[in-house]
């Protein structure tokens, strides 16, 4: 069985940083590209960031481009998003998603909750 | 980058039909695959529909998807509609700058 489980989240304050981590199990990790997905609290999804299965490519959304760095060890099975310069608006549940071609994510962690606030 | 622009919500009662649009603001709705996730309350998002029409095993037949290339659009319809349909739907796609891109959701209630 697939599985996901997410962890790192906290209460940070702004300008504070923070790492989360996403450790997988039930498949081969470094055969896919994993993905963070964050929700606002009371809001939709948002894409993140990509990492291609050997770290050798990394993409981010504009509003984290520059803060925000994925990363992954594939001996450890897991993917790690650290983030920087935090702001308030970077208030969401973060997800880690594997992606199944084409960017479909078939599979979801639970979530970790990241509050940003003084 | 493009948009994808849902209706916020829709509501219907069980055992009807009920479809959601999912509108691309620019470029061919056709050009990228979409996929479908259904988000119930205090749950991760699931796959429903992946590449524009494919269904993941497990999904029932009762969820299906089409591309209409005329309103540049992708549309998710549930038939027979149950009170678990009850959740947040969200369209996704991608752009060429690998940017990945989620619609607004549509809360659906089944009433």
């Known amino acids: 069985e697939v599985q996901l489980v997410g962890s790192g989240g906290t209460v940070v304050q702004p300008g504070g940083s923070l790492r989360l981590s996403c450790a997988a199990s039930g498949f081969t990790f470094d055969d896919y590209t994993m993905h963070w997905v964050r929700q606002a609290p009371g809001k939709g999804l948002e894409w993140v960031s990509l990492?291609?299965?050997?770290?050798?490519?990394?993409y981010y959304a504009d509003s984290v481009n520059g803060r925000f760095t994925i990363s992954r060890d594939n001996s450890k099975n897991s993917v790690y998003l650290q983030m920087n310069s935090l702001r308030t608006e970077d208030t969401a549940l973060y997800y880690c998603?594997?992606?199944?071609?084409?960017?479909?994510?078939?599979?979801w962690g639970q979530g970790t909750l990241v509050t940003v606030s003084s | 980058n493009f948009m994808l622009t849902q209706p916020h919500s829709v509501s219907e009662s069980p055992g009807k039909t009920v479809t959601i649009s999912c509108t691309r603001s620019?470029?061919?709705?056709?050009?990228?695959?979409v996929q479908w996730y259904q988000q119930r309350p205090g749950s991760a998002p699931t796959p429903v529909i992946y590449?524009?029409?494919?269904?993941p095993s497990g999904v029932p037949d009762r969820f299906s998807a089409s591309i209409d290339r005329s309103s540049n659009s992708a549309s998710l319809t549930i038939s027979g509609l149950k009170t678990e349909d009850e959740a947040d739907y969200y369209c996704?796609?991608?752009?060429?700058?690998?940017?990945?891109?989620f619609g607004g959701g549509t809360k659906l209630t089944v009433l």
């Open positions: 990492i291609t299965w050997d770290g050798g490519s990394t």
């Open positions: 620019s470029g061919s709705i056709s050009s990228n695959y």
């Open positions: 590449e524009d029409i494919q269904r």
């Open positions: 996704q796609s991608y752009d060429s700058s690998i940017q990945v891109i």
């Open positions: 998603a594997r992606e199944q071609g084409l960017y479909y994510f078939d599979n």
